[in-house]
């Protein structure tokens, strides 16, 4: 039975170069169909669903919604709420109200727990409703996914990133640390990886959370690689931590903030990359040592924005669409790689979704701990998407000297 009704689609958690792309695949295609009354958007996430703050997507031209499409961040703006039962009992109350039978959820592990728990009250309420979680993160960290949209254009910043951080200091030679995001998992740390060209270019080390960080072994690290080049550029990410999983800058400083679910202040701060700089310059012999936090630029940066990421982001939200009205399904859409390079797309059950975190498997990190393999190289480029620059060098010989000194 074909349900009908309205739809209602939002965005949460932190935005990405390509969320948008997901939400117009889901209006152009929810669209077409004639069960559907309306389609709605929900500003703020979930807190707009609460407060009945909604725009009628239906009235919105289809050329406007492809300009949107093209723009980083959340369209619909977003929020960092994180909702319990009785929070989902005021959302299905609103969307009962408004007769809405489909709701599309965009966002990463939080957001698809919420749309399980939003689907569970109207299982417990014998009202007839579809819910689908669109995946969405940066991070990369969504179980049962090769990849997640927002990803491949936020690994395309940071690689580019360092690809000029590894020209600059080049020049001037000194120790250089990139703070990459990354609380659990290392994927986007990683990719700074897809940097490198020449053997000596940077980063010469990578530090990811699926592996302890050692005070000790990092300085040992660090000098070996300054003796070996005569620089070192290092790619950081901001949740390493030690053997038991406290995070790093929390050893290195007395006072920590929290933000508001109790997780100690990383990147944001920008206080690991000045820490880890200043144990450099206490316990080595190298006085130009310098840091920074990528911090917000990784997520929204219009100028690196992968072809491939879009594609998949907006087919995502299409075949959530298609899942939810044409098979009557709930559930979240999965991204499967079926070649090199092809995906294809599935919907798995909400609860294997949920509260969920992936973490770089071992065959992607060194054996020392301090990089990444070449196997993560060959999965994540073509994540990247075509037009992928690289840095080249000059290759003229060198004039031979007249004058003895």
Not at 43 to 71: K, P, R
Not at 343 to 361: C, F, N
Not at 368 to 374: C, I, P, S
Not at 381 to 396: D, E, K, V, Y
Request: overall charge neutral.
């Amino acid at each position: 039975m074909k349900l009908e009704g309205k739809v209602l689609v939002a965005q949460g958690g932190g935005p990405t170069a390509v969320i948008n792309q997901s939400m117009v695949g889901v209006v152009l295609e929810a669209r077409k169909f004639t069960q559907v009354t309306r389609v709605y958007g929900a500003l703020n996430g979930v807190q707009g669903i609460i407060n009945e703050d909604f725009l009628d997507l239906t009235q919105e031209t289809t050329h406007n919604l492809e300009q949107v499409a093209l723009c980083p961040s959340s369209a619909l703006r977003s929020t960092r709420d994180k909702p319990d039962e009785a929070y989902c009992k005021k959302i299905f109350k609103v969307l009962k109200a408004h007769d809405i039978r489909y709701f599309f959820y965009i966002g990463g592990n939080d957001s698809s727990d919420t749309v399980r728990i939003v689907n569970q009250q109207a299982e417990v309420a014998g009202y007839d409703f579809r819910a689908i979680h669109i995946p969405k993160t940066i991070d990369k960290d969504l179980v049962l996914n090769d990849h997640t949209p927002g990803y491949g254009s936020a690994a395309r910043y940071v690689a580019q990133a360092f690809m000029g951080v590894n020209l600059d200091n080049r020049a001037l030679p000194g120790v250089y640390i990139g703070v990459v995001m990354g609380r659990h998992a290392g994927f986007l740390t990683a990719a700074a990886s897809l940097a490198q060209k020449y053997n000596d270019d940077g980063p010469h080390l990578i530090y990811l959370p699926e592996r302890p960080f050692h005070r000790e072994q990092f300085l040992a690290d660090v000098e070996k690689t300054y003796a070996k080049y005569g620089r070192c550029v290092i790619a950081v990410s901001e949740g390493i931590g030690d053997g038991k999983g406290t995070p790093i800058i929390a050893k290195l400083m007395k006072d920590t903030e929290t933000d508001a679910h109790g997780n100690v202040q990383l990147s944001g701060t920008g206080m690991l990359g000045d820490l880890l700089a200043d144990l450099i310059r206490k316990n080595l012999p190298i006085s130009r040592v310098r840091a920074d936090t990528f911090g917000y630029l990784q997520r929204s940066f219009m100028g690196c924005v992968s072809d491939i990421d879009q594609q998949e982001a907006r087919e995502v939200g299409e075949r959530a669409v298609q899942y939810a009205l044409w098979h009557n399904l709930d559930g979240s859409v999965r991204i499967r790689r079926t070649g090199f390079y092809s995906v294809d797309y599935d919907l798995v059950p909400l609860e294997e979704i949920a509260g969920k975190t992936r973490h770089m498997p071992d065959e992607f990190i060194n054996a020392e701990g301090n990089y990444v393999t070449d196997a993560f190289k060959f999965y994540a480029r073509p994540l990247m998407g075509s037009g992928f620059p690289s840095a080249n060098r000059l290759r003229a010989p060198a004039v031979e000297k007249l004058l003895e000194k």
